[in-house]
């Protein structure tokens, strides 16, 4: 079945076989995750204030209360099963993909929904995808140490019966490629059978979750203590035992910071979403919270600054030349036939390669209708690719010649070396290759050999090459990389070029890109002469590493690490893993990237692009910079919670806070938190700034003074409101109406000031937020419904205030507001002086 399954087939078999899939983690019932949060604190101390309310008679408050209760629980449901699904459609994206053949056309597809009977295509760098019986395998090894706990990858031939004949699910390419056919998917596998389940993707604790938890921890047990202690205050001068209980419990309550473990899971988890969006996969989600700290992006060339669209510019041999943009002028001269024809032989038939895929396109526009181009000829064997020898052979045979012709392409100077060319030849070939990659080319040499004995050798030194002449492609760099590139600059974040290219086209490549590499490169070679020590001191003002090793990529980025940086690291390659496991965020790519490459990453770019690199920085600075504001407005919205619990108790006056009204601003407190401050756009000035420190914490002393000194003036004009609406009201119903009114309404204007820090919220520009607006607009209809509800207002032990007492708190409510923007002026001032 050359042509593979039809669409309308696989579809059929897919419906009948189900998905090729192993077992995992569902998404929790809809059941268990209300029981998750029946079992929270919150709803237990909830339930508690109602038995009290119920024991003390007040039938028509325990309703109320409880009725609170389920609104409460309805938004933190809510707000799980959304981060529940923001993760599981990361699951979903991540999960790996299969080159398959299918209607006669090769295309990547999802590897669940591949069916017994797909024709898949295998190639070095990718996870076997499905069990397969191999129909072609060309100088093939599999690591099967999933399966068989052999860590010696095993060679395998198709066509051949038994177990070396097949490929095996989990299995990994480690050589070679393949063409197999499915013959068995999901539980029916070798790794289904086994019973291995895959590792859900956010289950792991990050950093700032495990801060929030101890901060957490530690409130509530000082909480705790300090409710206990505030109940038999209450209970030595009352002697009101359900009454002192009830007291406890509020400040309880008041105290508690449950929606933060909410929150943070919420912000990580739908901030690594909203990449998916800009191309970009999040595969860890520390990651996230990563980003923003970024100092120095290591960066491939080919696919990440450039186009990834290789196309052959020249040909080029000791007697003659050819442009490829005059093809249509002009035909490739004779001369070059040979060059071409055997830089085709050198390259896969199946090409996954952009430059194999170019060099293949060329030779069929401009080798038709010639002698020059093979369907016939059959292919013996190969000589991959090495770190030590960056060129590869490929045996063929002819059918009208007994002995094997080789092929080989790969760096000029390895070509060189193979063809043992004098030092006078190889001067000219260098000045060349120099002279085409200060162009920004891509330039291979090629060659070829005769070989007439049966037994091939180890080594592809031991043919006797013929040089045959270069062949230079150009792959354009991206029209956003410069733009990009100069927005990393203006952050304080060092972009570097690490490739494997020749200096001279780095060098052009780096200039086009905007990264600074005249006087400043370093060659593998160059590297690898180099003590630790004197490899730091060169850092610094070196931009573009060329000719470098995949081993060598590894050493960058502990170097870079050792002095301090933190290192997002772009790779491609099975030999990249170590270098993308050892960065800080490992970046695979997408659309070329190996399955090998992807599962040591953190990210992935879907799409290659450098520019979503950079986007996936902005995105982590962003979340971040949100936290730090949503903790602002938690800290300073319940330091009056927890004031105006305390003072009635310790002072001798009436209840100002009840559980019904603790519960009513958490209808306020949790959207703003988990929906307001999370959709906050990055301030606009946030690019502009170096780096946060590593090390730089949630709640350090920036944070919590701003909220505490916010909250602590909010407190204040509280206690004056009440105060004043006592004496002039004469009821401590007005009072505690008017009170509650102002502390609603200066809780919105807490949010709006927060919302930005880096200047007056007033003087903001940008599209604005709508979660803000829709939460102030419901807040006030409810407000309506309580003061004009006489019902309603008795559950809350409230009298509407008259019309002068409401006037005079508004005046109260822009009173706070003008405090907060006060704080958040003098510690941007304070930053700015520092800075």
């Known amino acids: 079945m050359p042509d593979g399954l039809s669409e309308i087939e696989a579809q059929a078999r897919l419906a009948r076989d189900g998905a090729n899939a192993l077992t995992v983690d569902r998404q929790r019932s809809t059941l268990r995750l209300l029981g998750q949060v029946v079992a929270e604190p919150m709803f237990v101390l909830l339930v508690a204030c109602g038995a009290i309310y119920l024991a003390l008679g007040d039938r028509h408050e325990a309703l109320m209360l409880l009725g609170f209760v389920f609104v409460v629980m309805g938004i933190t449901f809510v707000q799980q099963r959304r981060t529940e699904r923001s993760l599981e459609a990361l699951k979903d994206l991540s999960s790996p993909q299969a080159l398959v053949v ?6 990547k597809i999802a590897s669940s929904a591949l069916v017994c009977g797909d024709i898949v295509l295998l190639a070095e760098g990718d996870r076997v995808p499905a069990d397969m019986q191999l129909v072609e395998a060309a100088n093939l090894s599999v690591d099967e140490s999933m399966l068989t706990g052999e860590s010696v990858p095993v060679g395998k031939t198709a066509s051949v019966p038994g177990d070396d004949g097949r490929v095996f699910s989990g299995g990994l390419i480690t050589q070679g490629t393949a063409r197999g056919l499915v013959i068995a998917t999901g539980a029916r596998s070798a790794l289904g059978r086994i019973g291995q389940s895959l590792e859900g993707l956010g289950q792991e604790a990050t950093p700032i979750q495990r801060e929030t938890k101890g901060v957490v921890n530690r409130v509530a047990i000082g909480g705790l203590i300090l409710a206990a202690g505030l109940g038999c205050a209450y209970w030595f001068r009352t002697h009101d035992g359900l009454h002192s209980l009830l007291a406890g419990l509020t400040l309880a309550m008041a105290v508690l910071p449950e929606e933060l473990p909410v929150v943070m899971t919420l912000f990580l988890g739908l901030g690594a979403w909203r990449l998916t969006r800009e191309h970009v996969l999040a595969r860890s989600i520390p990651a996230v ?5 970024t100092t120095v992006l290591c960066v491939d060339k080919t696919g990440t600054l450039t186009a990834n669209r290789m196309a052959v510019r020249r040909l080029w041999s000791e007697v003659s030349a050819y442009d490829c943009n005059d093809a249509a002028t002009s035909p490739l001269q004779d001369d070059l036939h040979e060059l071409l024809e055997f830089a085709v032989l050198a390259s896969h038939r199946r090409a996954f390669d952009p430059m194999e895929l170019a060099i293949s396109e060329s030779g069929q526009r401009l080798l038709a209708h010639t002698e020059h181009l093979h369907e016939d000829w059959t292919l013996v064997d190969d000589y991959p690719l090495s770190g030590e020898m960056l060129a590869m052979s490929r045996v063929w045979q002819s059918p009208d010649r007994s002995e094997r012709m080789i092929a080989a392409k790969g760096a000029p100077e390895a070509i060189v070396d193979l063809c043992h060319l004098d030092a006078s030849r190889a001067s000219v070939i260098a000045e060349q290759v ?42 354009p760099v991206r029209r956003d990389v410069p733009q990009a590139i100069k927005t990393c600059q203006e952050a304080g974040i060092r972009v570097v070029m690490i490739t494997g290219d020749h ?14 590499g005249d006087g400043r490169v370093m060659t593998g070679s160059e590297l690898a002469v180099l003590s630790e020590v004197q490899l730091r001191g060169r850092l610094a003002d070196t931009h573009v590493f060329c000719r470098v090793q995949p081993d060598q990529k590894l050493r960058l980025v502990q170097a870079f690490r050792a002095q301090g940086d933190i290192v997002a690291m772009t790779g491609d390659g099975v030999n990249d893993a170590p270098a993308l496991k050892a960065a800080h965020i490992g970046v695979a790519m997408g659309a070329r990237g190996t399955d090998v490459a992807r599962e040591a990453a953190s990210l992935v770019l879907v799409n290659d692009d450098f520019g979503s690199l950079v986007t996936a920085v902005r995105y982590g600075r962003r979340v971040f910079a949100n936290l730090r504001k949503a903790i602002t407005f938690v800290v300073a919205v319940h330091v009056p919670i927890v004031g105006l619990s305390i003072l009635p108790v310790m002072l001798g006056w009436p209840s100002l806070l009840m559980p019904v009204h603790i519960l009513f601003l958490q209808l306020i407190i949790d959207p703003a938190c988990s929906v307001v401050f999370e959709a906050e756009p990055l301030e606009a000035d946030a690019m502009r700034v170096p780096p946060r420190a590593i090390d730089a914490r949630l709640f350090d002393t920036t944070v919590l003074m701003r909220g505490l000194w916010q909250g602590a003036g909010l407190l204040a004009v509280l206690v004056a409101v009440f105060k004043i609406a006592q004496i002039y009201c004469a009821s401590d119903e007005v009072a505690r109406a008017l009170t509650f009114f102002v502390m609603v309404m200066s809780n919105l204007g807490l949010i709006f000031v927060n919302r930005y820090w880096t200047r007056a919220a007033l003087n903001r520009s940008g599209a604005a937020n709508r979660s803000f607006t829709w939460i102030a607009f419901a807040t006030m209809v409810l407000l309506s419904c309580i003061f004009g509800l006489p019902e309603i207002a008795r559950l809350f032990a409230f009298v509407a205030p008259p019309l002068p007492a409401l006037v005079g708190g508004i005046g109260a409510v822009f009173a706070s507001v003008l405090w907060f923007e006060f704080v958040k002026w003098v510690l941007r001032t304070r930053v700015e002086r520092r800075a």
């Not at 299918?102 to 295309?107: A, H, K, L, Q, T």
């Not at 919270?289 to 700290?293: I, M, N, P, S, Y």
């Not at 200096?503 to 600074?516: K, M, V, W």
């Open 289 to 293: 919270e990563l980003l923003g700290a």
């Open 434 to 475: 120099a002279t085409m990659a200060q162009d920004g080319l891509r330039v291979l040499g090629v060659a070829r050999a005769t070989f007439a004995a049966s037994e091939l050798p180890v080594n592809q030194h031991d043919f006797d090459f013929e040089f045959l002449g270069l062949v230079a492609l150009e792959d």
């Open 102 to 107: 299918r209607d006669g056309m090769s295309r």
């Open 503 to 516: 200096p001279a086209t780095a060098q052009a490549i780096a200039r086009q890109a905007g990264i600074p």
